[in-house]
């Protein structure tokens, strides 16, 4: 398994039926929102990070994911204590990243799904960081080896969740 870079001609660009559109990113908000809350472990998972990413990758129209992020993360951010758009930022940019990279690479198998979702998980930490301390001005703590744990933990689960949301799309 190896990361191939494709020609347009070979991308295979993928839909979803506008249910399963609004309901993925829908209960990745809610999966982050309230099982963390009950079961600390979950808290190292950005559910919503994993979905934007598989979105980007799948759809692999700039545009698309850059909205996709935005509106995720600005949800996001609505049901937090943070400023409105520290999500929403980060996320903007991951979604977009990753609709660009899908374009140029195979993401269709485990191993470039498990690598992109770990540099993007860093990333998207790092955006969010920069936000949060640069222009909020909230201090911040950063750990690199936490967040290197957790990119890891992230990039595993997101092989087993993109092969779950693989059932959802159509070609296009």
Known sequence: MRLSQTSPEQVEVYRFGWLSAALIPAF???FQAFFPAKFQFLGIFD?????????????RNPVSGLLTGC???LVQDSLTHHPLGVYGIAKTVVGFGASSLGVKL???NAVSRFLVTYGFYLLHQFL??????GLVGE???WAWGHE??????NAG????LFALLDRFKKRN
């Open 28 to 30: 990745a908000i809610f």
């Open 47 to 59: 559910v919503p990070l994993l979905v934007t990413i598989f979105l980007g990758v799948t759809r």
């Open 71 to 73: 509106v995720i993360g």
């Open 106 to 108: 195979d993401v269709e």
């Open 128 to 133: 969010y960081f920069t936000v949060q301390h």
């Open 139 to 141: 201090s911040m703590g």
């Open 148 to 153: 290197l744990l957790a990119a890891l933990a």
């Open 157 to 160: 689960a997101a092989v087993a």
